[in-house]
């Protein structure tokens, strides 16, 4: 089974927040799910120390390159990937059959950052290998200008956008409480979930 890596050297893209809703998402599916944290910061281990004991488990660890050798193949990993990751050791980490999700804002800053990154992803030859790679605009408002911006830029890329997720407080205040939107009532965020489906729908992740 392939692994999930969330990938985008700018930080505060929603990297974290991208890869715990997929998280919560898989284990609510009854899957076995892994959360890798590999930044210095550890937002996804701080998340997950206050996830409620009731909700679905997830096994989130800190990445350390022995430990993570050691990882039960069967479970969905997802990866945290650090800000200021310049794609050090990538043959290592990605496999052909890995998935790679580049979280973007829609601001001249972060558009800036991620063309560089993807520029190394190009050098990188992941695409070459077979690595699958998708874009996901987050935190969007569509109706400004800047997002003309972000829908011109994308549209000169080999990379796929594969969904939008808009500016919601469903995420700040779920991850406040160590959840996700898929632990919450259906109908306290239908909206948001609803964003969400095309990404599902466009990861490789096979039925149990």
Not at 10 to 38: M, P
Not at 52 to 79: K, L
Not at 173 to 201: E, H, K, V
Request: hydrophobic fraction near 45%.
């Amino acid at each position: 089974m392939g692994q999930i890596f969330i990938a985008n050297p700018k930080g505060g893209c929603g990297k974290t927040t991208v890869a715990v809703q997929l998280a919560g998402f898989y284990a609510n599916t009854a899957r076995a799910v892994r959360l890798v944290d590999h930044d210095a910061q550890r937002s996804s281990l701080d998340w997950a120390a206050g996830r409620p004991s009731a909700c679905p488990p997830i096994e989130v660890r800190f990445f350390a390159e022995q430990s993570f050798a050691q990882c039960d193949v069967s479970a969905i990993t997802i990866h945290d990937m650090p800000a200021a990751w310049t794609l050090d050791n990538v043959d290592t980490l990605i496999r052909p059959q890995d998935t790679v999700i580049i979280p973007l804002l829609a601001s001249p800053t972060d558009i800036k950052a991620c063309l560089r990154f993807i520029m190394g992803v190009y050098r990188s030859g992941l695409l070459e290998r077979g690595v699958t790679i998708g874009i996901v605009a987050n935190r969007v408002r569509t109706n400004t200008r800047y997002f003309k911006v972000l829908e011109a830029f994308l549209a000169k890329l080999d990379i796929p956008l594969i969904t939008v997720l808009r500016d919601s407080q469903n995420y700040v205040r779920a991850m406040d409480r160590g959840l996700t939107l898929f632990d919450l009532p259906a109908s306290r965020c239908s909206t948001d979930r609803a964003q969400w489906q095309p990404l599902l729908d466009w990861l490789p992740i096979v039925d149990p």
